[in-house]
């Protein structure tokens, strides 16, 4: 679990599962009370790309 994460004015870059604070949130983890806030330049040459999240599954949660 990944509780009370924040991230301003942020530059991220890449290739697969691309997110402004985690990259592939997965197997039962929770994201809770998390956020990216000013500017968020998120770059991606593939897929999943996110601004928080670049890719969330299996059974994994996001919350506020």
């Known amino acids: 679990t990944n509780s009370n994460v924040s991230g301003s004015n942020i530059t991220v ?3 697969y599962n691309v ?5 592939q949130n ?5 994201i809770d009370s998390s956020y990216v806030a000013g500017t968020a330049n998120i ?3 593939n ?10 599954y299996n059974y994994s949660n996001i919350n506020n």
């Open 13 to 15: 870059s890449g290739s």
């Open 19 to 23: 997110g402004g604070l985690v990259g």
């Open 26 to 30: 997965d197997y039962y983890s929770n």
């Open 43 to 45: 770059y991606g040459s």
């Open 47 to 56: 897929n999943n790309i996110g601004g928080l999240v670049g890719y969330n």
